[in-house]
Structures are given as C-alpha cells and as structure tokens.
C-alpha cells in the first residue's frame, strides 16, 4: 500500500503564487506516474499535470500550461505542484494520485490522496 498526503493549500490572492505537495509512504512509488487533479464544488474532476517516476516525462492540462510546474524528487517519494499567476477559477481541491504511466492522465490510479483546499481570493 501506499499513502499520499497533499499538503501546502490555503489561501492566496489572484495573481499570487502557491506550491502544493504530496508525499508517498509505504511502498515505493517506482514504475507509478503521479499525477495532479482538482475538483471544484459543483464541478467535474479536472487533470491538471502529470509526472514519470523519473522526472523526465511530464504533461500538462491546457489549464496548466505556461502557470504550473510539476516536479519530483524520487528518492524522497515527493511530488509538488508549483502554481503561479493564479485566479479564482483556479480555487479546489487539488489532490494527487499515483498509477498507471499510460492512464494516469485519465483518472486511473491505484492511489489517492484526500485533497488540500486552495482557495484564489479575486
């Protein structure tokens, strides 16, 4: 089993900068991509980026291009999500997930963490 943990939510004004994080405990995350997903009240689920277990394949939804970076470090099973030039559309919760390299970009994953709540104050 493995356990992600999301942390670094909060609240921020538009245009400002925040960096969320999930950690993995338990088995390791090898041969698993990591991705990121949000979840609005009242919304659909959204992919947001992606990342191999190496580091060296990511992708990003068009939401994501040119603001966030997705970014690991494997040997401390971390995974963060630099978000800048954020607006208020951007307020979730943003969770991770570990699965599959070819699906995870899907929502198929075998891990989930729960979530941390940003909030983009207009």
């Known amino acids: 089993q493995v356990q992600l943990v999301e942390s670094g939510g909060g609240l921020v004004q538009a245009g400002g900068s925040m960096r969320v994080s999930c950690a993995a405990s338990?088995?390791?995350?090898?041969?698993?991509?990591v991705g990121w997903f949000r979840q609005a009240p009242g919304k659909e689920r959204e992919f947001v980026a992606a990342i191999s277990w190496t580091g060296e394949s990511r992708n990003y939804a068009e939401l994501a291009k040119g603001r966030f970076t997705v970014s690991r470090d494997s040997a401390k099973q971390t995974v963060w999500l630099q978000m800048n030039s954020l607006a208020p559309e951007d307020s979730a919760v943003y969770y991770c997930?570990?699965?599959?390299?070819?699906?995870?970009?899907?929502?198929?994953?075998?891990?989930r963490g729960q979530g941390t709540q940003v909030t983009v104050s207009s």
């Open positions: 338990g088995r390791t995350l090898r041969s698993y991509n």
């Open positions: 997930v570990a699965g599959p390299p070819e699906s995870v970009y899907r929502g198929e994953y075998v891990f």
